[in-house]
T-cell receptor, first 113, second 111 residues
Framework: EDQVTQSPEALRLQEGESSSLNCSYTVSGLRGLFWYRQDPGKGPEFLFTLYSAGEEKEKERLKATLTKKESFLHITAPKPEDSATYLCAVQARRGGGADGLTFGKGTHLIIQP | NAGVTQTPKFQVLKTGQSMTLQCAQDMNHEYMSWYRQDPGMGLRLIHYSVGAGITDQGEVPNGYNVSRSTTEDFPLRLLSAAPSQTSVYFC??????????FGSGTQLSVL
């Protein structure tokens, strides 16, 4: 069974205080690992897809990295507008039309001015 | 470009009532799916479809029906609502093996 564990559950930072969110996973053959951002009352918004260990992707103050067991979302010098819940999901490499996406419970990030 | 559109945004039902949550996408995506999101739990897949006329069950399908008569629309039907179905429902779509695009959600309360 595919599993995704995100930590911490919640994180409060001061504006400009860099940190990292963790996503540990077990999956029978990884097709892709996804990071989404979710604001209150809205649907998840796509951030990154990582496909293989060692891959890194960046977008503004966010950088996602991937190893064979976990992914990190690094937030550099965050601003209050980065406050959101960050979701991690893995897609298994399996046949048929199954979605194969397993989501973690998310990390609720608050950036205080 | 509207993306994935869900209606209604909010709904209150009484136990035993039935209703349909609507979902439409204008991106010509072959794959569409329904998730529910509950506090303290990750998004869980209810039903999905890989194309018009083809649907299948996800992780938590009991109490829900779906159909896919067109590429654009994927409605979710609650046959006889129960308090356990109180949740936020998200519709999502994508092309094969690409990222999911989510709608803005329907907050459902069953009393």
């Amino acid at each position: 069974e595919d599993q995704v564990t995100q930590s911490p559950e919640a994180l409060r930072l001061q504006e400009g205080e860099s940190s990292s969110l963790n996503c540990s996973y077990t999956v029978s053959g990884l097709r892709g690992l996804f990071w989404y951002r979710q604001d209150p009352g809205k649907g998840p918004e796509f951030l990154f897809t990582l496909y293989s260990a060692g891959e890194e992707k960046e977008k503004e103050r966010l950088k996602a990295t991937l190893t064979k067991k976990e992914s990190f979302l690094h937030i550099t010098a965050p601003k209050p507008e980065d406050s959101a819940t960050y979701l991690c999901a893995v897609q298994a490499r399996r046949g048929g039309g199954a979605d194969g996406l397993t989501f973690g419970k998310g990390t609720h990030l608050i950036i205080q001015p | 470009n509207a993306g994935v559109t869900q209606t209604p945004k909010f709904q209150v039902l009484k136990t035993g009532q039935s209703m349909t949550l609507q979902c439409a996408q204008d991106m010509n995506h072959e794959y569409m799916s329904w998730y529910r999101q509950d506090p303290g739990m990750g998004l869980r897949l209810i039903h999905y479809s890989v194309g018009a006329g083809i649907t299948d069950q996800g992780e938590v399908p009991n109490g829900y029906n779906v159909s896919r008569s067109t590429t654009e629309d994927f409605p979710l039907r609650l046959l006889s609502a129960a308090p356990s179905q109180t949740s936020v429902y998200f519709c999502a779509s994508r092309r094969a093996n690409e990222k999911l695009f989510f709608g803005s959600g329907t907050q459902l309360s069953v009393l």
